[in-house]
């Protein structure tokens, strides 16, 4: 599916999303137990194209509406009791100017390179090279991942470099662990709202807070619109676990 397709699909089926978005919101309470889900939905979604029980266009189809209805439950979750329908729908543009292109250059390379029967999975797009895979979840990585492993699929994998996990933890990076950063644009929303007038974004200083998040930590308060939402200019991604703070 090329790019243009997906935008026209994800377009005529855009009340579809607000009203699953909303469903899935209020079933899971919580940007952290939306997170939760959505990883366990990457990891079964990858299993069943690996077992053959999802045919390619059903993955694809899948795969896009799960990204796309994640980002908008993390923006209603963000905007509390605040109108989150209204700010899901104006959201809808950020949310498709980041993910679906991105994503369908993602799911392009996946095709190509599981038809020659090797697993080869890089999209540097999102600067996927540029992040250690130590801050993965174990069970993304892992060879011995009993729902993901297959022999013949894990010795083609690791002739790679790549297994069936490392696809799932990809996959996660788009339906799952960038939902705090849609989370905090409906945080944003709100404070936009109520008249804030700064911002400042916070780092947690680990071993995993990138460069770019500490300078922006540094900078102190801004003025509110200034300073990007965590994940957001910053070589963390979806990974990225800043918060912030208004005033």
């Known amino acids: 599916m090329d790019l243009l397709s997906a ?16 469903t899935l919101a209020k079933k899971t309470g919580s940007q952290e137990a939306l997170e939760e889900r959505m990883l366990k939905e990457s990891k079964a979604l990858v299993k069943g194209l690996r077992d053959k029980q999802l045919k390619w266009s059903e993955y694809e189809r899948s795969l896009m ?23 899901m729908e104006t959201a809808w543009p950020t949310i498709v100017g980041d993910m679906l292109p991105p994503l369908v250059k993602f799911m392009s390379e996946t095709e190509t ?13 999102l600067e996927f090279e540029e992040i250690p895979e130590d801050v993965m979840p174990d069970s993304f990585l892992s060879d011995d991942d009993p729902q993901l492993r297959g022999d013949k699929e894990a010795t083609q994998g690791r002739a790679q470099g790549k297994t069936w996990p490392s696809l799932a933890g990809r996959v996660a990076r788009y ?8 989370f905090a644009l409906g945080s944003f929303m709100i404070a936009q709202q109520v008249g804030n007038k700064q911002m400042r974004r916070v780092a947690k200083h680990d071993k995993r807070t990138c460069p770019d998040c500490k300078n922006y930590g540094e900078m102190g308060w801004q003025p509110i619109g200034t300073l990007p939402m ?9 990974r990225c676990r800043c918060f912030i703070e208004y005033s």
């Open 175 to 182: 339906i799952a662990t960038a939902t705090f950063s849609f």
């Open 230 to 238: 965590p994940g957001k200019g910053c070589r963390c991604y979806d």
């Open 65 to 87: 509406d799960k990204t796309l209805v994640s980002a908008l439950a993390a923006v209603y979750l963000g905007a509390k009791d605040s109108k989150p329908r209204e700010k």
């Open 113 to 125: 390179y599981l038809k020659d029967g090797t697993l080869r999975v890089g999209d540097d797009t």
């Open 7 to 22: 935008v026209g699909t994800v377009t005529k089926r855009r009340p579809d999303y607000y009203g699953q978005a909303e």
